[in-house]
C-alpha cells in the first residue's frame, strides 16, 4: 500500500442539510509535504462531532482508490480531489475486502491500527446531493475505515504502507460493516471477532450486546 493524498480540513457551518444549519469537517482537502499525526487527528484538522467521530480509535479515517473507482463507475462521476469522502488518508493498493481488522501499519513515521468501519451520517449525503446515499453507501461494505494512532509521526504523499502484524482472529472491514447490517455471522464467529485486539471499544461493545441479546444499539 502507499499513501496517495493526506488530506485535512477544519469545521465549517454548512446551510440546507435535512437537520438544517450544521457544523462539519467532512469537506477535506489535500496538504502537501510532511503532515503530523498525532493521538487525536493530523495537525491542520479537526472533526466537528466528537461524538461520531474522533477520539483515540476513530482518530484517522482512510478511504482507498479502489473504492474512489466504484463509486466514479456507480455514480458516473469524476472525483477531482482526494479527501471527497472525507478521508484524511487517501491509500491505493487496498480494499475494504484486503484490509483487517487489527492490521498494524507503519506509514512515515507513523505507526496506525484499524479499528472499525465507517458508518456514514447524514453530512456525506448533503455532500454529494444524492438523496438517501448513506444507505446506498452502506450497503455497497465500501465504507473505507478508521485507524487508531499507535505511534505519533510525520507522513506525506508517497510513503509506503506497510503491514507491521494481523491478528488471526482478524475480519475484513467489509465483512464487519456487513455483520452490522446484514447479521451475516454465526455466534461462535461473533465471540471471536469481539477478541480482536485492535476492535474499537465502540464496536465490542456493541457486538457483544448483539451476541448476548440479538439487538443493535451502539452507532
Same mark, same amino acid.
Given at each position: ?16 442539510? +435535512? ?13 502537501? @509535504?510532511?503532515?503530523?499525526? +498525532? ?5 491542520? =484538522? ?25 463509486? &466514479?463507475?456507480?455514480? @458516473?462521476? =469524476? ?12 491509500? =491505493? ?11 498494524? !501499519? ?11 468501519? +465507517? ?13 438517501? !446515499? ?29 503491514? &507491521? ?24 464467529? &461473533? ?10 471499544? +465502540? ?10 441479546? @440479538? ?5
Amino acid at each position: 500500500m502507499h499513501l496517495i493524498s493526506v488530506n485535512v480540513a477544519q469545521p465549517i457551518e454548512v446551510t440546507g442539510t +435535512r437537520r438544517g444549519t450544521v457544523t462539519t469537517a467532512i469537506f477535506k482537502r489535500p496538504v502537501r @509535504g510532511h503532515v503530523m499525526i +498525532r493521538s487525536l487527528n493530523l495537525d491542520g =484538522d479537526a472533526q466537528a462531532d466528537l461524538v461520531a467521530h474522533g477520539g483515540l480509535d476513530k482518530a484517522v479515517y482512510a478511504y482507498t482508490l479502489d473504492d474512489y473507482a466504484f463509486w &466514479m463507475a456507480e455514480l @458516473g462521476r =469524476d472525483f477531482t480531489e482526494y479527501g471527497w469522502f472525507g478521508e484524511n488518508l487517501t491509500v =491505493d493498493d487496498a480494499s475494504c475486502d484486503t484490509v483487517f481488522v487489527g492490521d498494524t !501499519f507503519s506509514v512515515g513515521e507513523a505507526v496506525l491500527q484499524v479499528t472499525q468501519p +465507517r458508518i456514514p451520517c447524514f453530512k456525506l449525503e448533503y455532500k454529494t446531493g444524492i438523496r438517501n !446515499f448513506g444507505a446506498q453507501f452502506r450497503r455497497s461494505g465500501r465504507t473505507g475505515f478508521y485507524l487508531r494512532v499507535l505511534q505519533e509521526g510525520l507522513v506525506q504523499a508517497g510513503d509506503e504502507m506497510l503491514l &507491521m502484524s494481523r491478528d488471526p482472529r482478524g475480519i475484513s472491514v467489509r465483512a464487519l460493516s456487513d455483520e452490522r447490517h446484514f447479521r451475516t455471522k454465526t455466534a461462535k464467529e &461473533m465471540e471471536s471477532i469481539i477478541a480482536v485486539g485492535g476492535l474499537s471499544k +465502540r464496536w465490542r461493545s456493541f457486538l457483544t450486546t448483539r451476541l448476548r441479546r @440479538g439487538r443493535p444499539v451502539a452507532k
